[in-house]
């Protein structure tokens, strides 16, 4: 039964944060003077390093010895260092224990199917049995040497007492639990209880301290003197004994950004009123990064004692993107994030000024998805060296094969210094040293140590080893360092506690974020840690209150939180109810609520006349049916793709989409025809031919078939229902002549010579010849109605007629003499069948096209207006529709 503590300090002005170290240092000067013990000779332990400090400034005013003021652990560091793992034993290295505890369960038959049945599952036991052991161990550390035994004797016999299902996770538990207690090292720690100290002093605060009662418990069996200081008193009872001296307040925010603002305002307003340093309570990371960056707007110097994981710093993703990259199932989007990196600058470099914006503008052009689909022949001339540069850098850790953790960190460190990358990573102060430090790339592992052991016996294959790379940057922390004067420290809810700061503000006091507890390992429920000994849900959130309460101590604390997550309400934390009744019990009414320190200011709406824009004197050079229609479509788009060039960045997406259906069928009947027409006699069949056509173009196109198999099916339904369409199409006499036709053509050359520069280039899909002449032809897989809409119409039209001009105009300047001239839409993904769309008489239409296409391109030049009409289909999907802000007009559709 644990002793009550002999003296607990009231929760009021009496013993405030800023005399809360007075108080302690008087009480226990006097306690060691009554009983005549010499105080140079005493220990005083107290929760936290943060503490130290302030309780040694607060014994140098009484002028008198001051006993040995420590933690448990710095006391025992001081003592002498700890045992270094050896090979297979607990590191408390997430990651190296992690593979450590592969090997322990490559010995298990079970295990093993385990991890040939499902990998998956495999890994994730690895991780909760590293998480059980230890949880088991830190457990055990904490109780004297004498009475450790027993606590490993009765967690035997409490798992193996355990019936029912989980199976497998009674066995891993059970390895869990021999793996923690086979270890022969004594914790630092057990070095504590050989000390004999004129007396032990403990000052308890945020709950009990499980290793302090067992070293107070011990000293008193040995005739030791102990006195034990409380600082907890239960939250209901806050304000039993006198008011605290906070200034209390408490906010309701709408959402995420209104919480992150308040309390970015609420920290402003402490530090205009003089409370500084504020502690900034860590109870959301998300959120308090975006608080931290508006703080750093207004220059505010922070601390933050609990820093972010590695692998969110910016070196920590430039590795990752490196070895995302080497995986040979790589995308191409994952191999440009690598070389955009200044990872890669080298590279970069050599390939020459340019290369890898022309290598990514090349790529999202073709479509290029995968790097097995990356054409080096298709490439510019610096893209390709790029290219070929890259491939060659990494080719070692696409090696393939298993290797040991030491070797892949081998050929990691080689690549490093190969592409220049060591230097780089190393000078990025936020992270790059502790980046190579963790990894092992700038340290070696104590000779016969467990890292050293894990490193040289551990084999993994290429993902396993950027996993374990993965998790050991997830595992480490970064602390960024303080930026001027401290004013602001970041700081977890326990080491906030008793400590000198002006004010406290906690972000997230809802039900959500501040009141639930991180639960135990997996493998252990709550009722089984609670006859073993490990801490039970209850009692973190008894320790959770108590920490909560100590936040009272300070002269003023600002509670905000979020009253609704999306469109769901959100309850405000047990812990703020819990104080709220508490004030109401001592007759001081419910909790106040902040004063928004910003001034409000109502800004007027102002909607926007509809965009326009001018260009005297400038039109594009060359000119498409695609720019045609979005002249016509919209003057303003026109001008902000055509004369302004913005273009939006095509997504390179893995997973094949319609617009990947329609290139390769449009490549496929390309090859079918042209080799039809060129090997008539070759014996194969047109359906044979067409597949085979199907087939290489898949290849060279690198599509996955996988990903492909619903356009196959499409496509199998598509070859009977071709086949028969172009075998009525001979009968009428008509046969293909050409496909894939560039024309460039200057059909303003002899008019106005503002326009005489002017081009329009295209490329027809197919031409026919037939009894009535010839016939330009457009694939499509789109909708037949659609196309039937769009000709019905013809002056509408623009494509047939663009790409008429083009054949018209081909013909002047081949010399050829005109010919009858049609053209049409080929439907080819109509599940009616295969049907062509006539666009009747498209010479006249198209004589008509370049009439009124040069009229607009002469008011252009000219200097007329290019406004923003804003009317049908055309803005639904406009990728200008930011730029002409069409959603702010006056009249504007909401």
Not at 207 to 236: F, K, N, T, Y
Not at 405 to 424: H, I, N, S, V
Not at 702 to 727: C, G, I, M, T
């Amino acid at each position: 039964m644990v002793r009550p503590p002999d003296e607990t300090f009231a929760l009021d002005a009496a013993h405030a944060n800023a005399v809360f170290w007075d108080r302690l240092a008087e009480r226990a000067a006097g306690w060691l003077e009554a009983r005549g013990l010499p105080a140079r000779d005493a220990v005083l332990l107290l929760p936290f390093a943060q503490h130290l400090a302030p309780a040694r400034r607060a014994w140098m005013k009484l002028c008198r010895w001051q006993p040995r003021i420590e933690t448990t652990h710095s006391l025992a560091s001081a003592l002498g260092p700890s045992a270094l793992p050896q090979a297979l034993q607990l590191s408390f290295d997430a990651a190296i224990d992690a593979l450590a505890a592969r090997q322990l369960l490559s010995g298990q038959s079970w295990a093993q199917a385990l991890r040939q049945e499902d990998p998956r599952a495999f890994e994730a036991a690895v991780l909760r049995l590293v998480e059980a052991a230890h949880a088991l161990a830190r457990a055990a550390h904490l109780l004297s040497p004498a009475s450790r035994q027993a606590f490993w004797s009765q967690a035997r016999e409490t798992v193996a007492a355990q019936s029912g299902a989980g199976q497998l996770e009674r066995a891993l538990l059970l390895v869990a639990l021999e793996w923690a207690a086979s270890d022969p090292r004594s914790p630092a720690t057990d070095a504590l209880f050989d000390l004999r100290p004129s007396a032990w002093l403990h000052l308890q605060a945020g709950g009990p301290d499980l290793l302090a009662q067992a070293l107070l418990a011990s000293a008193e069996a040995a005739g030791v003197p102990c006195l034990r200081l409380s600082a907890d008193l239960p939250l209901d009872e806050a304000f039993s004994h006198g008011r605290p001296p906070a200034h209390l307040e408490q906010a309701l925010c709408d959402d995420f950004e209104d919480l992150a603002q308040c309390s970015a305002a609420s920290v402003l307003d402490h530090l205009r009123s003089g409370r500084a340093p504020v502690a900034l309570i860590a109870q959301d990371r998300v959120l308090l990064r975006r608080v931290r960056a508006l703080l750093e707007r207004q220059s505010v110097g922070i601390s933050d004692e609990t820093g972010w994981t590695l692998a969110t710093t910016a070196p920590a993703a430039q590795l990752m993107a490196l070895l995302r990259a080497a995986r040979r199932d790589a995308t191409v989007d994952e191999w440009l994030a690598w070389l955009k990196t200044p990872l890669a600058a080298g590279l970069c470099e050599r390939a020459g000024s340019g290369a890898l914006s022309v290598l990514e503008a090349r790529c999202r052009q073709r479509g290029w998805s995968s790097t097995t689909s990356v054409r080096d022949d298709r490439l510019p001339p610096t893209a390709a060296r790029l290219w070929t540069l890259s491939r060659e850098a990494v080719a070692t850790l696409q090696a393939g094969g298993v290797r040991s953790l030491e070797d892949w960190l081998d050929l990691l460190k080689t690549l490093l210094k190969r592409l220049g990358a060591e230097e780089r990573l190393a000078a990025q102060p936020a992270g790059g040293p502790q980046l190579l430090d963790a990894l092992w790339l700038k340290r070696s592992p104590w000779p016969g140590s467990a890292h050293e052991a894990v490193l040289k016996e551990t084999t993994l294959s290429a993902s396993e080893f950027t996993a374990w790379v993965s998790a050991t940057l997830e595992a480490a922390q970064y602390v960024p360092p303080l930026q001027g004067e401290l004013q602001v420290m970041i700081t977890p809810l326990a080491r906030a506690m008793l400590r000198p700061f002006g004010a406290v503000v906690l972000p997230g006091a809802d039900a959500a974020t501040l009141g639930p507890v991180p639960a135990g390992p997996v493998l252990v429920s709550d009722a089984l840690a609670r006859q073993i000994g490990l801490p039970t849900l209850e009692d973190k959130r008894d320790a959770l209150a108590s920490q909560f309460t100590q936040l009272l101590r300070a002269p003023a604390v600002t509670l905000l939180r979020c009253a609704h997550r999306g469109s769901e309400p959100l309850a405000a934390s047990p812990l703020l109810d819990r104080l709220d009744l508490a004030r109401q019990a001592a007759g001081l009414g419910p909790l106040p609520l902040w004063r928004d320190p910003r001034v409000e200011q109502a800004i007027p709406v102002t909607l926007q006349r509809r965009a326009r824009a001018v260009a005297p004197g400038r039109l594009p050079a060359a000119l498409s049916a695609s720019a045609v229609e979005s002249l016509r479509q919209c003057p303003y788009q026109f001008f902000s793709r055509m004369l302004l060039g913005l273009r939006e960045v095509q997504e390179l997406d893995q997973q094949a989409d319609k617009r990947d259906y329609g290139t390769w069928l449009h490549a496929v009947l390309h090859q079918f025809h042209t080799e039809r027409l060129a090997n008539p006699d070759d014996g194969l069949s047109d359906e044979a031919r067409l597949h085979h056509a199907a087939r290489t173009q898949m290849q060279l196109l690198a599509l996955s078939e996988a990903e492909f198999l619903p356009f196959s099916a499409s496509f199998a339904r598509f070859v009977p229902a071709y086949l028969a369409w172009l075998q009525d199409q001979a009968a009428q006499g008509h046969a293909f002549l050409q496909g894939e036709v560039d024309r460039e053509v200057h059909p303003w050359r002899d008019g106005d010579p503002a326009l005489a520069p002017v081009r329009l280039r295209g490329r027809i899909d197919r031409i026919d010849e037939g009894p009535q002449g010839r016939r330009l032809i457009d694939y499509k897989t789109g909708s037949l109605q659609t196309l039937k809409d769009k000709v019905s119409d013809p002056l509408e039209d623009t494509q047939l007629a663009v790409y008429a001009t083009l054949m018209q105009a081909g013909d002047d300047a081949a010399g050829q003499a005109p010919a009858a001239l049609h053209a049409a839409y080929l439907a080819l993904d109509d599940t009616k069948g295969i049907a062509a769309v006539e666009h009747p008489d498209v010479v006249r239409t198209a004589a008509e096209l370049v009439q009124g296409l040069g009229d607009d391109l002469l008011a252009i030049h000219r200097g007329e207006a290019l406004p923003a009409l804003g009317e049908g289909v055309a803005c639904e999907y406009c990728d200008m529709r930011g730029l002409c802000r069409r959603d702010d007009w006056e009249g504007a559709a909401p």
